[in-house]
């Protein structure tokens, strides 16, 4: 019986909907029993879908160009992360400086970014309510970059929790700061993928949108 | 004649095989039992060096919860379910 469990041979492609991956699924195991092989619907997931990994796809330069030409950018990272370290490396070869932030705890961007921001650190025990004030985030490192620096990389982790105007703020930035380029993790996705975040934030028509 | 069978052997075996059995461990990585786990193990061991050469080149990572989506930043279709089982559904445990 396991022999011919594991001798059983299924097509490499996924379901086309999760209804009928779900009945798929329960085909399968219901006919365990006998040593018939379970049938798979055809299904948008092609080939293609597979080639990926490290060394498959030489990208840099659409990578540098498109931060030149856009200059805020969401990014879609595998989960388990890693692979934007080597876009940002690019970056860093370029003459660049990066200021990473977590949007969460971000507060509101704009102040916090661009303007003189309140903080108030928490009172441990009897001590009096502190606010303590805070330099623009953005303008502060750009007073700090060298002459010869080619810019400064705000790159927003965890962007996905953002809403849809403090994104757009975001994407605007490179527009207030000429010197400021914007990356944001806006989620995640099973191979490195980016947009500009103006599409992604409504400012311009997304030519990849459906329906 | 089989030092000529020999040469073949060492050079097509990790080439071919190897997307074979990655793609039987990918479809059945959650759903294997005592003895297909040892058969994986198995023929991991014996075409190690071949699942090397593939390594980087494949992306088999889970598709998303609407298998339809195109890119990450679509939406999902209506009756997508909001979590995705990674394992056999519950009810043919009962």
């Known amino acids: 019986m396991w022999s011919a469990a594991a001798a059983r041979t299924v097509t490499p492609l996924p379901a086309a909907s999760p209804l009928q991956q779900h009945q798929q699924r329960r085909g399968a195991w219901a006919r365990v029993g006998n040593g018939r092989a379970a049938s798979t619907t055809a299904a948008r997931a092609g080939l293609w879908d597979f080639v990926g990994g490290d060394l498959v796809k030489p ?17 879609y990272p595998p989960h388990e992360g890693g692979y934007e370290g080597r876009y940002l490396s690019r970056l860093s070869y370029q003459g660049y400086y990066f200021l990473d932030l977590s949007a969460r705890g971000l507060g509101d ?3 916090t970014l661009t303007k003189i921001h309140p903080v108030c650190p928490p009172s441990l025990g009897r001590q009096p309510v502190a606010r303590w004030y805070f330099p ?3 303008d502060y490192r750009l007073s700090l970059l060298h002459p010869d620096a080619k810019g400064l990389v705000v790159w927003v982790m965890e962007a996905k929790v953002l809403s849809k105007a403090e994104l757009q703020f975001l994407a605007i930035l490179p527009d207030i700061r000429p010197k400021v380029r914007v990356i944001a993790e806006c989620g995640n996705w099973r191979k490195f993928v980016w947009k500009p975040l103006k599409q992604i934030a409504g400012l311009e028509p997304d030519p990849d949108a459906e329906e | 004649f089989r030092d000529r069978v020999y040469r073949f052997v060492m050079v ?5 095989l190897q997307p074979i ?3 039987w461990m990918r479809l059945r990585w959650f759903k294997r039992k005592f003895v297909e786990t040892y058969l994986q193990f198995m023929f991991t061991y014996l ?3 071949g ?9 088999f990572r889970k598709f998303p919860r609407d298998p339809t989506m195109k890119y990450p930043w679509s939406k999902p279709k209506e009756g ?4 995705k089982d990674r394992y056999p559904p519950i009810e043919t445990y009962k």
């Open chain 1, 59 to 75: 990208d840099m330069g659409r990578w540098l160009d498109d931060v030149e030409k856009h200059k805020s950018l969401a990014i």
């Open chain 1, 109 to 111: 961007p704009e102040t």
């Open chain 1, 136 to 138: 623009p985030e953005v």
């Open chain 2, 12 to 16: 097509f075996f990790p080439l071919f």
């Open chain 2, 21 to 23: 059995i990655m793609n």
């Open chain 2, 47 to 49: 075409f190690f060096p």
């Open chain 2, 51 to 59: 699942m090397m050469l593939w390594a980087p080149f494949v992306n």
């Open chain 2, 80 to 83: 997508t379910p909001l979590f």
